[in-house]
């Protein structure tokens, strides 16, 4: 086949800042349709990338024959939704992180995904990242002996996104910093310690601090700035126990919290050796040599993890090549986060 | 009443370094007799202090009518039996943390307690700690709003204590760093947040680097060295995560882990502010004043909260005072503490 | 009234860096003149911000009937003159800090403000910063009880500004470091303290390290590089203390010392609390709570001073408002400085 | 003649901690009496030293035709009495500073010194320091330049001491912060500078922080504790100007302040190169080198600054040896305290 033809639905900032520009880069990718319900985004795309047709309505882009694969980039209710349509008109799908709001609509999309034969990959990046997979090789090879309890913080000081709007309000985003932050932690630990399957969760969510909209002080907001009489119904911070047929796993997320520090990071507690990977950043191993406690930092070049995703993705849609952020292995991840919302609503402990 | 006259049972550590010259220093009290079963070190008591009288039996204390009081800090397993002699006998204990090993065994601290009249304090010695006392009053205070979420951190590298001795031999002591260490963090939190009743507790617990004595690494040992022939049957870590009727609570704890980072502290989340305590230290109040973010860090003078807990203890066994320390408040943490081993057992979430 | 029409009189360093962008950056102003006597300077401005009409006149913008109001962005020799002409002439007058050369100019300015009925403000732009109206808003609630002493250190090592031009020549600056620098230092004072009356100064004033122009040694030079030839005849260190009816004020300033430490600062010392605040930066409070000292940090979005004062003006001029930057008010600061330049060339105290 | 028989007046600290020590290690000196008007204080020094005789008038002391020499360590109130009784009983006298309460009382020492010609020093310790004396080497070498303006920085955050009792009871200490500590700091900027004459002072004291005792907040107290029903009359905090015919000295000074730095230096500045003195440390040079900036640190071993002042006092006593610190020369510094005092009680500015 020639070159992979493209839909890009969805141009708000993960299409502009992350796929968009890959695509661009992929010598066998090439953008058809930019299309968003805002037309204006659309229209802005084609100018700024000068390629591309700029469509409103994403059926339009499922119509075109010509077209082999999309990318969903829309707010989280929308991605089982077009990923669905988008599988059943035969095109292969990139659909960004998380897969859905809830397990069940990611249990449709799979069923679409299996009926149609097509790819469905999930935005989960950090399998694309190169420190993430280190950690994962290093896991792999024993290095850590047996990976116990892994903690992992989330947790940041003031960081609600475009308070009021599509991320805080239930209805579109399907949770707070679980579903957007969360998320991709609890992947890289799945990834890292095999997908292991999950037994029990028990956990607690909270929505405090950005309840009154016009009170919540922050220094700069992303995605914002907070719209006062929009809705504020997600968790800004949550913790938890699951444990799973691997690691028991315990967290502690924030958006916001009255602790000003930012601590995000990942634990692998292993009985040999562990590892704390800052998220986004390097890790360190702390180990023991020659009955000597060691301590020991990692310095390499890393590629850019969005490239690598939609590289991949391309590969994917000429060869039929199955990653490790397919729909079947990834919904694990989903199930996980539904048991932690449902736990956190019923405020008991949930079994699988 | 005269001087109250004092039966020292148990001298090791916390006796020499914190009872002893807690006794000596307090005008109102008067050491009569220093006991242990290793009578050397009964012996070395009466030859340091220049005081009391050496015996190895603590029924020969108990038997003396002039004695008014006992400070119990013998290991665990022997908390209760001692306890329950000395006040059937008729005198009044303080009786060194964790209470007993095990829930029943306080319970029946308890029952002797009310049965005999006298008093029983514990030796939650955080409650006499002037850090902790501010955080506590500040919290009254409504400084720091709703309190829904405390995350507690006692984790360290390498401090297993005394590898292979009392400390990691479940049968004398109870239980590993949630009972060593977690009993003081879990204390402070129940403290300040005003004793509240525990709903579900669910929690794992790990026993994996001291398990292989003879391969353990570690810089310092106390209560040390490693008896290679010794038990190491306790937990080296724990997590978990506790509803109460107040805040959730969740915490992470390690004697021993292989992340090098020594974690020490409390995170009170409140709606309105903030504060983290550094263990045996200071602590940084994270709040909002006319729209800025503010972090403020205190200095104050620090009493001995040793000495403050005897202090305490001399005046309640003088007046009748009922102190945060006495057992009715206290056995709370023994409940909690139970319910988290518990639920380590079964693997699942327990409810009170 | 429609847009508020704008003349631009001086085309230098503040013109280009503030008052020209705000202006754009205000949706109420339009400009209509760029003036300069260096011709090219404000053809440059016409050409780079594309609007308005370069001029060497400043009295061909006061004929324009349109115009409504200006910037008076000149050396501190021509403030008085152009600023009397402009609101005789019916123009609504910003005019840059300091007012002028002496208190006796800023009288004048004063008179013809009050005769034609205009407004009239000078650009103490930190009246307009957010920290400092922070800190007058903790002042007046009373946050750091009385304010009984400010100390003011505006001391750098090596920044005496274009050596032997405009700056260092008394004729046309009217005074070195406390025209430049202090004239900022003290209108935060006084702002921030409620604009009190002053009773006494003495002072002392240096002309040393810039005397010798050619042996002046400096790593950087604003305004620079320096005219071997010109004339150094200001302030290049000064110290001094003030009475008022409010705060005793102490200062040491130098654009030039041979201590080679930048302490730009202000410290409030009331009797409850007192707060250091870093000049152009952020502040830290100190005071007392629960008997701890306290020590706090700040964080909050600051929004851009001049843009504030620009938008200040642009709004007088449709309301009629009357901002704390009035010549009413900030004749003060005139009046103090006047009377540190007179102790200092008296040797001695004056009393107002 | 023989060694050099002492009395000691006053055994309180600087007489433990300074003067009795440096008699002891030296060889040409022999203490024969501790006098204190607290008897056991005396027998204490007998005790701990192994030798002279307690007493606790120090008439006793001056009448003994063996005695050559007495210390004067009492509070600063008995000053002056002791002394001239001393000088007049033929001894020599080596007073702690300040010199007196007041000016008048130092001039009345200074006339007894003149009708006796015995020896009178003062405790002008920092004229026996190592980095002092380099510095006034520095100075008078010339390396320096002219010095026109020396900044004195003597402020802490909290340290009153002994709050309510003989140090902030003006009665007994003659003054606060000034005359505890300002009286060193000024003292060094006269040494240095060549013992220049005073023209004018103008200069406002503050009694604020300590006004309150109980209230007062403090982490550590010297000479402590507070004692709630004792008098607090005397300057915490302190600021001025000085006119001398040498250079300039602003000055501020505080016991106690809301401002959380402890900033404790003399700023020399010269117009060829300027030094920092860290108060009790080292000090750096600001120059000028081949066109660069330069800033030099200096070490260097240390000699014991109140060693070297027994040892100078002896020596006087023995060969009649004039030092800077005898009263003729340091009777300058008593003269500007006591302007400083009186410009701040008059409120404006006094002249010599």
Known sequence: MGKVKIGVIGCGNIANNAHIPSYLNNSEAEIRYFCDCVPERAQNAVKKYQCGTAVSDYKEVLCDPEIDAVSVCTPNNMH???????LMAGKHVLCEK????????AVKMQKAQQESGKILNIGVV?????AVNKIRQMIEDG?????????????SHRSIPGLGGAFTTNAISGGGVLIDWGVHFLDIVMYCTGDPSVKTVSSEAFCRLGKKIEEYTYVDMWAGPPQMDGTYDVDDSITGIIRTDGPVISFNGAWAQNIGENEMFIDFMGDKAGI????????????VHNKMLSKTEYQ????DMFQNEIDGFVRCVQSGEKL????????KTAEVMEGIYQSARLHKEVEF
């Open 126 to 130: 950090n399998r694309f990242n190169d």
């Open 300 to 303: 390499f070049r890393s590629s």
């Open 276 to 287: 704390r990977l800052q998220y986004g950043g390097g890790f360190v191993k702390y180990g």
């Open 80 to 86: 089982s939704i077009i990923t669905i349509d988008a």
């Open 143 to 155: 290095e850590l002996g047996e990976i116990y309890h892994v903690y992992v913080s989330f947790r």
């Open 98 to 105: 998380p897969a859905a709001r809830t397990y069940a609509e």
């Open 324 to 331: 490790p952020s397919n729909i079947d292995i990834t919904i």
